[in-house]
Structures are given as structure tokens and as C-alpha cells.
């Protein structure tokens, strides 16, 4: 089974409960529509399963088809800056079908950025180093399509498009024994 | 599949409409051969366009990819125009197939080749190989280890 390389860390953007017995990892593109289709589907699990759940998003932009994927990881990394990744990932997914480079300085102000510094920002190369060093692990991770899903550290190779993730997730509550050995050894 | 250690077996393919490419002039570098079933179909769109992302990656270890399929040269023209591709695809189509049989990637049954990969050391000699389950796109991961202990 392909696993997730490497495991969460402090370079990632963590939403939820840290010590939470279900992680979830999300390899994305801002501009796929497979991972728009995706992220409300996302929000639903977070919503149900609230405490038991940590979620990651990490970077697969695919850039040779997708011009504006790229653009957006990076903004994501420059809002995070600001303390605002979340808010800034919500909003592109919100408005996929309107992602653009212009829009991106759009959203930036729609959700209160400090837009003279989310503009330095997304210049800086520390921050597209960073959605390539995600690229990177997604790549070493097996991730084989947007959205690719790891579940505490395992490719996660089933349908996602209904609720079969949330079921999944709440199986493994059930089990959880195992589960929570694992979400602790993780949290050392 | 052909065992890890041999020399990897020559043959002369379409790379494009016009263009014919030799495994031996590839010579010098490294070499990824991704055979895959069809043009158009879900799962290698999705492989080739992964690979396509990866150029700076497969560079870094000195390799080269090529996709292998039965599809014609124009059909290959297309798939590749409409994804953007940036390496060759080849066109095993006549005799078709035949250099899939010569690589045992060949399948008799759907007339199409296996989803399988062969990374070829800079001599042309196969270091390693992996057949997928056919609807399986089996990402990168694999090949990018290969390439590192290749290079170690």
C-alpha cells in the first residue's frame, strides 16, 4: 500500500483537532475540478466528524494543464503568511470557475489580507518552494490523480464522489483501538 | 516481463507523424518506457499527464520518458496536442503491437498494451519494471526510486 511521504509535519496546514484519531490528506489542485467537486464533500466530513478529524491540504498543482494552479498554491502559502490559508483555499474553491491571476488579488482583499503584503508575498520564492517541495511529496507518495487522499498515512484507492470517504472514516472509528495506538504513536 | 539485467530489446517507432525514433539513439541517457493501454481512455490521461508534470524530475537523473501505445501516429498527435504533452508518445501500431510482444507487455485478448513500465539504465540495459493492474495509474513514486538507486 502506498503511503504517505512524509508524514504530517510542521510545514504543513493543518485544520482541526491535532491530536485527532482520523487524519485525512488531501493532494489538490486549485484549479482541477475533480477537487472542486471534492471540497464541499471535504467540508461535509469535517463537519461530522469534527473532533476526530485532522485535515491536511498539500499542493499538486498540474501545471501543464492547469495555468492557474500553480498561481493559486502559491497564494494559498502567501495568505497562510497572514494567518488566512484556510480562508484562502475556501474562497478559490468557491470560485473555481472564476480563478484567475486577477482574481486571486480579488479574493486576497475579499478576505482581508494585507494586500500590499500578500503581493510582496507571492513574489518571495520561499513560497513556491514550498508548493514544489509539496508537488514533490506528493509524487513520492504515489498520488496518481487529483484528488489523491491518504487516511492516517495510507493512499486511500476508493470512490470519493458520494460518501464513501465519510463511511470509510467512521469505520475506522469504530475500530478504533488500532486507530487511536496509531494517532498516538504519531503525536510522540 | 524481460528480467531485470538484459538489454533492452531495439526497436524503431513513430514519435510523431513524420518522425521515426530509435531506442539506440536515446543511448546515454537514462530511459523510462511507459506502456500504456489507450489514448483517451480516464486512467492514462491522468498517467501521461503526471508524467508530463514531471520533466524537471525525470532531468535531474539524467532520464527520459517515452509513452508507448497501439494508437496511430495521428491519434497520438491529437491525445498529445490536446494534453500538452511535452515528451514523445510512440505508435506500436504496425505490425501492431509488436514491439509490446517484444517487451511480454503485450495483451492478446484487448489488442492493447499492458500498463507497464521499464526504467533502462544509460546502456540500455533494463534495471526495473513494473506491470500495473490495468485501470491502476500507477503514479511516479516507483520510477523516482528507481531512478535514485540507479544513481547512488
Known amino acids: ?188 | 516481463m524481460l528480467a531485470t539485467g538484459t538489454k533492452a530489446p531495439e526497436f524503431e517507432l513513430y514519435s510523431s507523424p513524420y518522425q521515426k525514433i530509435k531506442l539506440s539513439e536515446l543511448k546515454g541517457k537514462k530511459i523510462i518506457l511507459a506502456f500504456y493501454p489507450a489514448d483517451w481512455s480516464p486512467v492514462c490521461g491522468d498517467q501521461m499527464s503526471l508524467y508530463n508534470e514531471m520533466e524537471k524530475y525525470f532531468d535531474r537523473h539524467n532520464a527520459r520518458i517515452v509513452g508507448i501505445s497501439v494508437d496511430s501516429r495521428w491519434c497520438h498527435l491529437a491525445f498529445s496536442q490536446h494534453n500538452n504533452f511535452h515528451f514523445p508518445l510512440l505508435a506500436d501500431f504496425e505490425p501492431k503491437g509488436e514491439v509490446a510482444s517484444l517487451y511480454k507487455v503485450y495483451n492478446n485478448e484487448t489488442g492493447e498494451c499492458q500498463r507497464a513500465l521499464y526504467v533502462l539504465d544509460e546502456n540500455g540495459i533494463i534495471r526495473w519494471s513494473y506491470l500495473s493492474p490495468v485501470g491502476i495509474n500507477p503514479g511516479a513514486d516507483g520510477i523516482l526510486s528507481a531512478l535514485e538507486q540507479l544513481d547512488n
Not at chain 1, 121 to 130: D, G, L, P, T, Y
Not at chain 1, 146 to 156: D, L
Request: charged letters at 20%; hydrophobic letters at 40%; glycine letters at 6%.
Open chain 1, 1 to 188: 500500500m502506498k503511503q504517505l511521504i512524509p508524514v504530517i509535519n510542521s510545514n504543513d496546514h493543518i485544520y482541526g483537532n491535532e491530536k485527532a484519531l482520523i487524519e485525512l490528506v488531501e493532494y489538490g489542485d486549485y484549479q482541477c475540478p475533480y477537487c472542486g467537486l471534492a471540497y464541499p464533500i471535504v467540508k461535509n466530513i469535517q463537519q461530522e466528524l469534527g473532533a476526530d478529524l485532522k485535515f491536511v491540504f498539500r499542493n499538486f498543482p498540474l501545471s501543464k494543464v492547469h495555468p492557474f494552479a500553480f498561481a493559486a498554491a502559491v497564494a494559498t502559502e502567501a495568505a497562510a503568511l497572514q494567518n488566512k490559508f484556510w480562508e484562502m483555499h475556501d474562497i478559490i474553491f468557491e470560485n473555481q470557475e472564476r480563478l484567475n491571476i486577477e482574481n486571486i488579488i480579488v479574493f486576497a482583499e475579499n478576505i482581508g489580507l494585507d494586500l500590499q503584503q500578500f503581493k510582496y508575498n507571492i513574489q518571495q520564492k520561499e513560497q513556491s518552494v514550498k508548493v514544489e517541495r509539496d508537488f514533490e511529496s506528493g509524487l513520492r507518495s504515489g498520488v496518481n490523480r487529483t484528488p489523491s487522499f491518504y487516511i492516517n498515512g495510507n493512499k486511500y484507492e476508493g470512490e470519493w464522489r458520494e460518501s464513501e470517504l465519510l463511511q470509510y472514516m467512521q469505520g475506522l472509528l469504530i475500530a478504533a483501538p488500532e486507530t487511536a495506538q496509531y494517532a498516538m504513536l504519531n503525536n510522540q
